[in-house]
């Protein structure tokens, strides 16, 4: 299963590079390690996720606004959120391979494979009693599971131990006791665990001795925190509301591989919300469901999404957790929800000098408010769209096809225009129904090769529909529609081919799938 799933990996990142989606950066120079640029497809395919995020955040909460906030900040804000003085990972090398991994997460991946083995052994018990199996019973009493639980406890408490205290010297020995072996060397030669800074650092100034060090941003938060009096009291806005933001950060990672999964340079989807203090896990609680539930009207299989709630919580949470997404390299992080308690904005106060509270006119008071945050990662989004949506199909007549199954409001291209010859006016007429849908719908006009090669090339880049111009055009007005699923085709009369695509590619449609 896991070659599998490796070969579906392999091809994916492949087509992704023949069909314009995603290329290595500076490829003619060999590349730049974990940056990649996104093509003429992959452009538009990425935007249409953020329209999706977007919308699902400005339009359907009246409570929430947008921001854009500068890349460059103040270098205090960076000391004022932690990041300069704390914003590290555990770093260890296997000797052997010489490859570099997160400390944490070599643990976090052996809890993950002691959680698989409890579900193998419930799946087996399952087949063997059938419908009398007792799911709770059987991981209530089973001796076996109750192994691995206890096992998984003892190593979440001494991770959980080791990050609090940075113990690097106690997280190689649990390394050391969970036998985790390097997955490419298969050796357990590691060197001691360090610390390893994730900023990014600059200078900003026109002469040498007159230059400042700033930093690359992080993470896309702390433009929202330094902004919240602004769009606070240039809004109106009253507690609880949101603001939202699309934006660039930048990480120095350890690891920094798996395609687009563990990018240097990544895209940032953030929603931070302040809420009155003591409210803050009710509203943790509605992020998570309501963000789960825009996750699946996505129809990517509910089965790839679950929560994932987090041990080792960050120093400024009192509650996190990640939805994740089974990837082909298993289910891993693909949003994070956290609660932030008041810690941001009592630290920027604290630094800047500024008095960063709300008056509550409800209450008679002011307060620095709660922030519950909600962030995923546009790459990530990008990749389990791609992943998911990949399908290589053997048809009836014997042949094959390669098609990405994308959402129909995401997809990059939604009409392909094909007259079905160059001649006899087809091209013109094509040229025509093009001009009228150009305007509302990405609309991609093609005339050379066979038909069939066409729909090919159509399939493989997500194309959902593709109207066919012929002969039969000329004489009766009426075109073929072909869709890109099930390969079906219609005789359409040009007239309400407009509003017929429209409608089905309207982002609407899964917006409101979300509200029921």
Same mark, same amino acid.
């Given at each position: 299963?896991?070659?599998?799933?490796?070969?579906?990996?392999?091809?994916?990142?492949?087509? #992704?590079?023949?069909?314009?989606? !995603?290329?290595?950066?500076?490829?003619?120079?060999?590349?730049?390690?974990?940056?990649?640029?996104?093509?003429?497809?992959?452009?538009?395919?990425?935007?249409?996720?953020?329209?999706?995020?977007?919308?699902?955040?400005?339009?359907?909460?009246?409570?929430?606004?947008?921001?854009?906030? #500068?890349?460059?900040? %103040?270098?205090?804000?960076?000391?004022?959120?932690?990041?300069?003085?704390?914003?590290?990972d555990p770093m260890v090398d296997n000797k052997d391979s010489k490859k570099r991994y997160r400390a944490d997460v070599l643990i976090e991946d052996a809890i993950?494979?002691?959680?698989?083995?409890?579900?193998?052994?419930?799946?087996?018990?399952?087949?063997?009693?059938?419908?009398?199996?007792?799911?709770?019973?059987?991981?209530?009493?089973?001796?076996?599971?109750?192994?691995?639980?206890?096992?998984?406890?003892?190593?979440?408490?001494?991770?959980?131990?080791?990050?609090?205290?940075?113990?690097? #010297?106690?997280?190689?020995?649990?390394?050391?006791?969970?036998?985790?072996?390097?997955?490419?060397?298969?050796?357990?030669?590691?060197?001691?665990?360090?610390?390893?800074?994730?900023?990014?650092?600059?200078?900003?100034?026109?002469?040498?001795?007159?230059?400042?060090?700033?930093?690359?941003?992080?993470?896309?938060?702390?433009?929202?925190?330094?902004?919240?009096?602004?769009?606070?009291?240039?809004?109106?806005?009253?507690?609880?509301?949101?603001?939202?933001?699309?934006?660039?950060?930048?990480?120095?990672?350890?690891?920094?591989?798996?395609?687009?999964?563990?990018?240097?340079?990544?895209?940032?989807?953030?929603?931070?919300?302040?809420?009155?203090?003591?409210?803050?896990?009710?509203?943790?609680?509605?992020?998570?469901?309501?963000?789960?539930?825009?996750?699946?009207?996505?129809?990517?299989?509910?089965?790839?999404?679950?929560?994932?709630?987090?041990?080792?919580?960050?120093?400024?949470?009192?509650?996190?957790?990640?939805?994740?997404?089974?990837?082909?390299?298993?289910?891993?992080?693909?949003?994070?929800?956290?609660?932030?308690?008041?810690?941001?904005?009592?630290? %920027?106060?604290?630094?800047?000098?500024?008095?960063?509270?709300?008056?509550?006119?409800?209450?008679?008071?002011?307060?620095?408010?709660?922030?519950?945050?909600?962030?995923?990662?546009?790459?990530?989004?990008?990749?389990?769209?791609?992943?998911?949506?990949?399908?290589?199909?053997?048809?009836?007549?014997?042949?094959?096809?390669?098609?990405?199954?994308?959402?129909?409001?995401? #997809?990059?291209?939604?009409?392909?225009?094909?007259?079905?010859?160059?001649?006899?006016?087809?091209?013109?007429?094509?040229?025509?129904?093009?001009?009228?849908?150009?305007?509302?719908?990405?609309?991609?006009?093609?005339?050379?090769?066979?038909?069939?090669?066409?729909?090919?090339?159509?399939?493989?880049?997500?194309?959902?529909?593709?109207?066919?111009?012929?002969?039969?055009?000329?004489?009766?007005?009426?075109?073929?529609?072909?869709?890109?699923?099930?390969?079906?085709?219609?005789?359409?009369?040009?007239?309400?081919?407009?509003?017929?695509?429209?409608?089905?590619?309207? !982002?609407?449609?899964?917006?409101?799938?979300?509200?029921?």
């Amino acid at each position: 299963m896991a070659i599998q799933e490796d070969n579906l990996f392999k091809n994916v990142i492949s087509h #992704a590079k023949e069909y314009g989606f !995603i290329f290595p950066s500076s490829e003619i120079y060999d590349g730049l390690s974990a940056v990649y640029d996104y093509g003429q497809n992959g452009a538009e395919l990425k935007n249409n996720i953020k329209e999706y995020w977007w919308k699902f955040m400005t339009l359907l909460h009246d409570n929430i606004v947008g921001i854009d906030a #500068a890349i460059f900040m %103040h270098p205090t804000t960076w000391k004022a959120s932690g990041h300069v003085d704390a914003f590290n990972d555990p770093m260890v090398d296997n000797k052997d391979s010489k490859k570099r991994y997160r400390a944490d997460v070599l643990i976090e991946d052996a809890i993950a494979k002691m959680e698989d083995k409890i579900q193998k052994e419930v799946e087996k018990a399952a087949k063997r009693f059938g419908d009398s199996f007792d799911r709770e019973m059987f991981l209530n009493t089973n001796p076996r599971v109750a192994e691995y639980k206890q096992k998984i406890d003892e190593t979440n408490s001494r991770l959980k131990s080791t990050m609090g205290t940075s113990d690097m #010297a106690g997280m190689k020995k649990l390394i050391e006791d969970l036998e985790i072996a390097d997955p490419i060397s298969g050796t357990k030669n590691w060197t001691d665990v360090r610390q390893f800074n994730l900023m990014f650092s600059t200078e900003m100034g026109s002469l040498a001795d007159e230059t400042n060090k700033i930093y690359l941003r992080p993470e896309t938060a702390q433009g929202i925190f330094v902004n919240f009096l602004n769009v606070q009291k240039t809004g109106r806005m009253k507690i609880p509301f949101g603001i939202a933001q699309i934006g660039k950060a930048f990480r120095n990672e350890i690891v920094a591989r798996q395609f687009i999964f563990r990018m240097r340079e990544f895209e940032q989807m953030e929603m931070q919300f302040f809420v009155k203090p003591g409210e803050e896990m009710k509203w943790y609680e509605f992020w998570k469901e309501k963000r789960m539930k825009w996750h699946k009207a996505l129809a990517l299989g509910d089965e790839n999404y679950r929560y994932h709630n987090h041990l080792n919580l960050a120093h400024y949470a009192n509650a996190a957790c990640d939805i994740q997404f089974n990837f082909p390299m298993g289910f891993k992080e693909l949003e994070g929800i956290h609660s932030r308690t008041d810690f941001d904005l009592k630290s %920027h106060e604290k630094y800047s000098g500024k008095r960063l509270q709300y008056f509550d006119s409800e209450d008679n008071q002011s307060y620095i408010p709660y922030v519950v945050e909600t962030s995923v990662g546009l790459d990530r989004m990008f990749l389990s769209i791609l992943t998911k949506s990949y399908t290589e199909e053997k048809l009836q007549d014997g042949s094959e096809r390669v098609v990405l199954r994308i959402p129909v409001p995401l #997809a990059p291209v939604k009409v392909a225009i094909l007259p079905l010859v160059k001649k006899d006016g087809l091209p013109e007429k094509a040229t025509e129904i093009m001009n009228e849908l150009k305007y509302d719908l990405r609309c991609f006009y093609e005339e050379k090769d066979a038909i069939g090669k066409r729909y090919r090339r159509q399939d493989a880049i997500g194309t959902p529909y593709c109207v066919t111009i012929d002969h039969q055009t000329l004489s009766d007005d009426t075109v073929t529609i072909r869709d890109r699923d099930t390969m079906k085709q219609e005789r359409v009369k040009i007239g309400d081919v407009k509003s017929q695509l429209i409608e089905a590619c309207s !982002i609407n449609n899964i917006l409101r799938n979300i509200e029921r």
